[in-house]
């Protein structure tokens, strides 16, 4: 996993996650609904029952947070992967841009130095 991207990672634990939060509310409906069923008077079993359905309508509502939360992490985090790559594909670009003109003067310092060496050499042959 150490070359997995982290975006991918976070997805993966959040995935993770809903499957043991969607069991934790499973098992406290289903300890809800045997209380209903073991209920005496019919306003206790009614009251269990509707304790079952809110038990998974609000687990509901917290693995949906839970998703949307994973997900706006997971792509916040690759945007700004995705920005830090394109600004330092920017730079290199600039610095690729920036070295021809560096190298453009050094021919004419070459040039200069060869006319130099050619009036040093014509002086070699007049004396």
């Known amino acids: 996993m150490a070359g997995a991207d982290i975006d991918v990672v976070i997805r993966q634990t959040a995935k993770q996650q809903n499957k043991t939060l969607l069991a934790a509310i499973k098992a406290r409906r289903d300890h809800f ?28 509502a917290a693995m949906r947070r839970l998703q949307v939360s994973a997900d706006n992490a997971a792509d916040s985090f690759a945007r700004s992967m995705r920005m830090a790559s394109d600004a330092f594909a920017a730079k290199a670009a600039a610095e690729a841009a920036k070295a021809p003109a560096e ?24 004396k």
């Open 33 to 60: 609904t045997g209380l209903a069923a073991k209920a005496k008077d019919a306003t206790s079993k009614e009251r269990y029952k509707q304790a079952a359905k809110d038990v998974v309508e609000q687990g509901a």
């Open 103 to 126: 190298k453009a003067p050094k021919p004419a310092k070459k040039a200069a130095k060869a006319s130099v060496k050619a009036k040093k050499a014509a002086k070699g042959k007049k």
